[in-house]
């Protein structure tokens, strides 16, 4: 067999198609790891990013300094709980140490995102970063006074402190409103809409990397073996995309919807002021919509060759 007749029977590719190959799975990957950072910023695992919402705090006014004296008697009063907590901690808490508290968080910036959350100096500095909680305000603040509280007493495990503490805030939360109806259940249906927004944010990932690996085992395919079920691929990829879209726009509607409810709360207590970057998700829309035009395109140039 002469070098002509092998070059004869080799499967044919189209560079074109291989050029869009590419360009689709750089642009899927791109949006897999901007997304993994959109969600993951403001934690223990990604520091830096943009939130979801921030709050700074500011006790200027004196509505807002009696806001803060009553945290500091919420604070006293889990102290007689420390039974029911399971932790140890001294039967009164020193008025020094409510004092540092109160002081330490005056100016700080709170940054929220999904699966966590971090709190700044008023320049920037970044004093803590947080997994857990994410959007939930209530429950945030709980760890981050748990932990700092943890730390003033000489526990063993500051982060202990915190987590009974936010477990007892879950269990009365649900407890009171399992015997009646009042005001205070909001917080429970917020407390559910923040788990839903975790979840909603797994899904997510869990979408991108299904069309990321799609994308890569198809150019593989069709790059080395010529071979493509670009068909069965395109309506997968299309698929998860959607999805992915569609937990997108509900994440987004459910934030939207706390931030409604968390502006009138933070206006009724006025101890900061509550901002929600638009950045973020414009950026998101519109490398999500680069992904699926190209995702199209590369399937129609498929279908003309």
């Not at 039974?83 to 005056?106: G, R």
């Not at 202990?160 to 249906?189: E, G, H, P, R």
Request: aromatic share 14%.
């Amino acid at each position: 067999m002469n070098k002509e007749e092998i070059y004869t029977i080799r499967p044919t590719r189209s560079k074109l198609l291989i050029v869009w190959s590419i360009l689709e799975l750089c642009t899927v990957s791109l949006l897999f790891a901007m997304s993994f950072f959109f969600l993951f910023a403001n934690s223990k695992l990604i520091q830096r990013g943009s939130p979801a919402f921030q709050l700074r705090i500011q006790s200027d006014s004196i509505f807002a300094k009696n806001t803060f004296q009553l945290v500091q008697q919420g604070l006293k009063f889990a102290t007689y709980l420390s039974n029911d907590l399971n932790i140890y901690i001294n039967e009164t808490i020193p008025e020094t140490y409510l004092q540092q508290i109160d002081s330490n968080y005056d100016n700080n910036l709170y940054q929220f995102n999904v699966f966590g959350f971090c709190r700044k100096t008023q320049f920037d500095k970044i004093l803590n970063c947080y997994n857990g909680q994410g959007i939930n305000i209530a429950a945030c603040f709980l760890q981050d006074i748990g932990t700092h509280l943890g730390n003033l007493t000489n526990q063993a495990d500051p982060n202990n402190v915190s987590t009974k503490l936010v477990s007892f805030y879950y269990n009365l939360v649900d407890q009171i409103c399992s015997d009646s109806d009042k005001k205070l259940c909001a917080l429970q249906t917020y407390n559910t809409m923040s788990r839903i927004v975790q979840y909603l944010g797994i899904s997510s990932l869990i979408c991108l990397a299904v069309t990321t690996s799609t994308s890569f085992f198809e150019m593989i395919g069709y790059c080395v073996f010529a071979k493509s079920l670009t068909r069965v691929f395109f309506i997968f990829k299309v698929i998860s995309m959607l999805v992915f879209v569609f937990t997108i726009c509900i994440l987004y509607c459910i934030i939207m919807v706390m931030k409604n409810f968390l502006t009138d709360l933070i206006t009724q207590f006025q101890i900061g002021t509550l901002e929600f970057p638009s950045i973020k998700w414009i950026t998101w829309g519109v490398l999500t919509l680069m992904c699926l035009i190209i995702v199209v395109k590369r399937y129609l140039i498929y279908q003309s060759i």
